[in-house]
């Protein structure tokens, strides 16, 4: 306890708003899904076939249909 006051201290904070601080840090770090349920999206996804064209092709058409 003593070190975590020193610092929050040293941060210029109250010890409590330094620890929910290093609480969001270490929750951010967290994976929030399951990485087999990334991979099997990911799997999913290189099914489909979409149209696609290299993004400076896909910018001018998008500011055409803007323009329509």
């Given at each position: 306890?003593?070190?975590?006051?020193?610092?929050?201290?040293?941060?210029?904070?109250?010890?409590?708003?330094?620890?929910?601080?290093?609480?969001?840090?270490?929750?951010?770090?967290?994976?929030?899904?399951?990485?087999?349920?990334?991979?099997?999206?990911?799997?999913?996804?290189?099914?489909?076939?979409?149209?696609?064209?290299?993004?400076?092709?896909?910018?001018?058409?998008i500011e055409?249909?803007?323009?329509?």
């Open positions: 306890m003593a070190e975590i006051r020193r610092l929050a201290r040293r941060d210029h904070l109250p010890v409590g708003e330094w620890v929910r601080r290093a609480l969001r840090e270490a929750r951010a770090r967290q994976p929030v899904h399951d990485p087999q349920a990334k991979l099997k999206a990911v799997r999913q996804a290189v099914g489909y076939s979409f149209p696609t064209a290299e993004i400076d092709q896909m910018l001018r058409e055409q249909g803007y323009q329509q």
